[in-house]
Structures are given as structure tokens and as C-alpha cells.
């Protein structure tokens, strides 16, 4: 099986920095784009970042210049640095790895979402 596993989250002062990391392992065969995404109570889960294979980068516009997305493809791991962290940051920020990798229908390309971390930031 796959697994992604999301970690850093906390409570954190207005201001200050966080860093999520999250890894794949298992049974994968291949990781192409990963990325963060977030989902605040009361709303649709969103886009925070995303990075391709090549190094690629997406940023929502509410995060650019205070965000950073990396990734370490021989780790299999991506992270999400959050630099002045604002209230409206607080949410559960769960880890989205495409990947091919055993399905219920066999070895298939999708998408794989960790269980999410919690990110509160305080004013």
C-alpha cells in the first residue's frame, strides 16, 4: 500500500513560521506532482502549492512571498514552509502526492491525500 503521512503542524503565534513536511512511501512505483492543499472550517478545501516532477511551482495568491514549497524526490518527501503566518492560515493542511501506485483496480496513476495536520495560528 501507499501511505502519506503529514507532520510540523501546531499552534503558532501571528507572525511566526511553521514547517510541514510530508512523506510517500510504500508500494510506489513512480511520484510525479505533489502539493499541499487546505481546508478551513466553513470552507472548500484549497490550493496552497503544488510542485511538479521538474520543480514546477504553483502558489495560491493569498500564500505567495510567505510560503515556500520544496520537495526531495529521493526522500519522496515535499515541504511546505509558512513564513508570517496570518489568522486566516488556520486550517487542516493535508498533503496531495500523484503517484502511480496499487489501486483497488490494479497498478494505476493517482492521486494519494494524507490524513491532514492542523495548523492554528493565534492573533
Known amino acids: 500500500q501507499v501511505q502519506v503521512v503529514e507532520s510540523g503542524g501546531g499552534l503558532v503565534q501571528a507572525g511566526g513560521s511553521l514547517r510541514l513536511s510530508c512523506v510517500a512511501s510504500?508500494?510506489?512505483?513512480?511520484?510525479?506532482?505533489m502539493g499541499w492543499y487546505r481546508q478551513a472550517p466553513g470552507k472548500q478545501r484549497e490550493l496552497v502549492a503544488t510542485?511538479?516532477?521538474?520543480?514546477?511551482?504553483n502558489y495560491a495568491e493569498s500564500v505567495k512571498g510567505r510560503f515556500t514549497i520544496s520537495r526531495d524526490n529521493a526522500k519522496r518527501t515535499v515541504y511546505l514552509q509558512m513564513n508570517s503566518l496570518k489568522p486566516e492560515d488556520t486550517a487542516v493542511y493535508y498533503c496531495?502526492?500523484?503517484?502511480?501506485?496499487?489501486?483497488?483496480?490494479?497498478?494505476?496513476?493517482?492521486?494519494?491525500w494524507g490524513q491532514g495536520t492542523q495548523v492554528t495560528v493565534s492573533s
Open positions: 510504500g508500494s510506489i512505483v513512480k511520484i510525479n506532482g
Open positions: 510542485i511538479t516532477t521538474t520543480g514546477g511551482i
Open positions: 496531495n502526492t500523484e503517484a502511480v501506485g496499487p489501486t483497488t483496480y490494479g497498478i494505476r496513476r493517482q492521486d494519494y
